[in-house]
Antibody, heavy 126, light 110 residues
Framework: QLQLQESGPGLVKPSETLSLTCSVS??????????WGWIRQSPGKGLEWIGS???????YYNPSLKSRVTMSVDTSKNKFSLKLTSVTAADTAVYYC??????????????????WGQGTLVTVSS | QTVVTQEPSFSVSPGGTVTVTCGLD?????????PSWYQQTPGQAPRTLIY???TRSSGVPDRFSGSILGNKAALTITGAQAHDESDYYC??????????FGGGTRLAVL
């Protein structure tokens, strides 16, 4: 059974860089069929797509966050990562990682987030 | 940036039927946006309900159905049960590898 687990610091200071990792078990991240995504949820708010990355490094980012976001993949450890720079209190959120069936185009079986991690709360505060 | 709209809240009586919609601030939602729907209870990760407009995810009861109604995507729950009380989110594929979530609909069953 596929499992995704987020990990990283729960507290980050303003202006610093938020770094999270999503460890994937039960499936290989080296699949042409999937992208791997990050979604966040500010306290009491809705979900926001941050970005998605393929194991080959091809990535897509939310235009509103693009200047501060970098995602990467470590195929040897079957995990992928998120970096968000220059954080403010507005970046305080639960961060989820998820699997995204997607081959650069949509089809009847793709283009949705089919498996999710449990999420990790990151608080931005001094 | 494109805004995906949902009703902020809805209520339904136990056993009743409710339809939650997912629209665009400018334009119509069609199947080419590949709408998908997610259920989230407090403190939990979202659960995938519907994808590709109307395909139920594995294990999702057939009380949940998806469709296009007019110019919006729709999630219909028939025979609502107490444990359907949750937040429901849609997400649309905008093309060029970009996804946008709706603001979510809080459903009360009472």
């Amino acid at each position: 059974q596929l499992q995704l687990q987020e990990s990283g610091p729960g507290l980050v200071k303003p202006s610093e860089t938020l770094s999270l990792t999503c460890s994937v078990s039960g499936d290989s991240i080296n699949s042409d069929y999937y992208y791997w995504g990050w979604i966040r949820q500010s306290p009491g708010k809705g979900l926001e797509w941050i970005g998605s990355i393929h194991y080959n490094g091809r990535s897509y980012y939310n235009p509103s966050l693009k200047s501060r976001v970098t995602m990467s993949v470590d195929t040897s450890k079957n995990k992928f990562s998120l970096k968000l720079t220059s954080v403010t209190a507005a970046d305080t959120a639960v961060y989820y990682c998820a699997r995204l069936p997607f081959r650069g185009y949509c089809s009847s079986t793709s283009c949705h987030f089919d498996f999710w991690g449990q999420g990790t709360l990151v608080t931005v505060s001094s | 940036q494109t805004v995906v709209t949902q009703e902020p809240s809805f209520s339904v009586s136990p056993g009743g039927t409710v339809t939650v919609t997912c629209g665009l601030d400018s334009g119509s939602v069609s199947t080419t946006y590949y709408p998908s729907w997610y259920q989230q209870t407090p403190g939990q990760a979202p659960r995938t309900l519907i994808y590709n407009t109307d395909t139920r995810s594995s294990g999702v009861p057939d009380r949940f159905s998806g469709s296009i109604l007019g110019n919006k995507a729709a999630l219909t729950i028939t025979g609502a049960q107490a444990h359907d009380e949750s937040d429901y989110y849609c997400v649309l594929y905008m093309g060029s590898g970009i996804w946008v979530f709706g603001g979510g609909t809080r459903l009360a069953v009472l």
